[in-house]
């Protein structure tokens, strides 16, 4: 299966791919990135089946790739092991006519499953295109919070909320935001372009990776308190953001 997904609502994409993620029962998650990685070494780790006949899902994300190489990663994948998923990711727009989306919908109009002399290969294909983002104030809101910076945080988030954000989506990006923040204090791999990591890199300058990993623990236990009725949802945002700004 190639879930292939595309535009430029980054948060939205990643959402998507936490749903396939969680959907299916993989065994074994591997994360590409088509800038970084040659189509032969691509190839081969998504034609060779586990060994133990694991579920696979290869993540490949592409930022800045050309079409015509991405093109070529599409066609590759319609070669990849029963037991491997692709989740092919490109944070860009395309048009409607553009020859990738043309092999994508030539490969989600096949018959489910086809057989070669290495068995029988699932090349069925579904194409995800998340709504671009009308309220773009939301992401300035969850920087200025990381940021540090309380009057425009609290600014931004009486106008987001007056715009009709909803105040779980705000928390769930709160969370989200931090994740990354822990992934650039370890300077760990990932696939977002060079100036987000820069500023993850300055935002993440603001905290000790022991305060983030308690401001972990402090918003998984109030998400619980939340959900038990412990504590009102109307001020659940409030008290994390106040927990972020204030001091180790």
Do not use: W
Not at 129 to 156: G, Q
Not at 208 to 237: A, Q, V, W
Request: aromatic share 8%; glycine share 4%; hydrophobic share 35%.
């Amino acid at each position: 299966m190639i879930f292939f997904l595309y535009g430029k609502n980054d948060i939205k994409i990643r959402e998507e791919i936490d749903k396939i993620k969680s959907s299916q029962n993989y065994n074994e998650v591997i994360r590409l990135s088509a800038e970084e990685i040659e189509i032969d070494k691509f190839a081969e780790s998504i034609t060779n089946p586990s060994l133990f006949g694991h579920k696979i899902l290869v993540i490949l994300e592409s930022y800045a790739g050309k079409n015509e190489d991405l093109l070529t990663y599409v066609k590759v994948s319609r070669k990849a092991s029963p037991k491997t998923d692709i989740a092919m990711a490109l944070h860009k727009d395309l048009r409607e006519n553009s020859k990738i989306l043309k092999e994508i919908k030539a490969v989600k109009s096949e018959k489910p499953e086809f057989t070669t002399r290495s068995g029988t290969i699932s090349a069925r294909a579904k194409i995800i295109k998340p709504k671009e983002e009308k309220n773009s104030k939301i992401f300035d809101f969850i920087d200025s919070v990381y940021s540090k910076n309380r009057a425009r945080s609290y600014s931004l988030l009486e106008e987001i909320s007056g715009d009709g954000e909803e105040i779980f989506r705000i928390h769930s990006l709160l969370m989200y935001q931090l994740r990354n923040l822990l992934r650039a204090k370890h300077s760990a791999k990932t696939t977002v372009p060079p100036f987000v990591k820069r500023k993850l890199a300055r935002q993440a300058g603001n905290f000790s990776e022991k305060r983030l990993l308690e401001l972990c623990s402090f918003i998984y236990h109030k998400d619980i308190e939340m959900k038990t009725g412990k504590i009102p949802h109307n001020i659940l945002n409030t008290v994390i953001i106040e927990e972020i700004l204030g001091e180790e």
